[in-house]
Structure formats: structure tokens, C-alpha cells
């Protein structure tokens, strides 16, 4: 890694084969990982996830990290995120930290969002098999 770039976790539609990786298509695909067990996981309408750190009763959401560039992620992530998205730093299951796009604010019961905090993640609640973008 460089001096200008950072570790950029994505969990849904920025992953490999998602409508919004193209916005990642010059920086490098680190891996497959996990965050660290310390959030929860929300569909907004299934048109999008939100990650949402928690003190308790947090899990390991899978996702992807890619090393992108400032620029990168200036100019061709960050403009095409939701507006009830804000970047962050997490946790990564391996103690790593990386940014993150996550929730504005926790979605409350009865909002906009549901919690599909499940094993598999955004794939996996859209009902597409692991792998399979």
C-alpha cells in the first residue's frame, strides 16, 4: 500500500459483479474478509445495505476490501452513495482497520430500513449465491 491509498470495505453494491464496482475498477481487490463482530446489518428497500456499529449483540458481516486511491474514492465512490450513508473507519475481523461506508444514523424499528443481519450478507439476502457475481 501507498501513501495514497486506503483500505476501502464494501458489502453490497460496490462488490465484484455489483452495479457500483465499476467506480472501483482501477483500485485493487484485496480480498474476500469479514468485519469484526461488532455491528449490525440493514436492507434499505433491498436497493442497498447499511452496516451500523454496535456496543452489543454485534455480528461478522462479509464484504470485499480494496485499496483505493483518495482520488479513487473522492471522484468515483463516495458521490454515488446514498445520502443515509456516511463514510467511517471499521473493524475488520483480522483487527485491521479500514473505511467504510455506514449508517447515518441507527435504523429504529418501523424505519425505512430492516436488519438482515444473517450469515451470508447482501448476497445472500438477495437470494444470490455466494460467489456468484
Known sequence: ?????VLMFVNGQAMSGGPLNDALASARFVGPVRTAPGYRFFSFGDVFPGLAP????????????????????????????????????????????????????YPGSGGQAREITAPGGWREHLGEPAGSR
Do not use: N
Not at 500500500?1 to 491509498?5: A, K
Open 54 to 105: 454496535v456496543r452489543d449483540g454485534g455480528w461478522s458481516v462479509p464484504g470485499e476490501v480494496y485499496e483505493v486511491t483518495y482520488a479513487e474514492l473522492r471522484d468515483k465512490l463516495l458521490p454515488r452513495e446514498p445520502a443515509e450513508l456516511e463514510l467511517s473507519v471499521i473493524e475488520l475481523e483480522d483487527g485491521r482497520g479500514a473505511l467504510s461506508m455506514v449508517c447515518r444514523s
Open 1 to 5: 500500500m501507498s501513501h495514497d491509498t
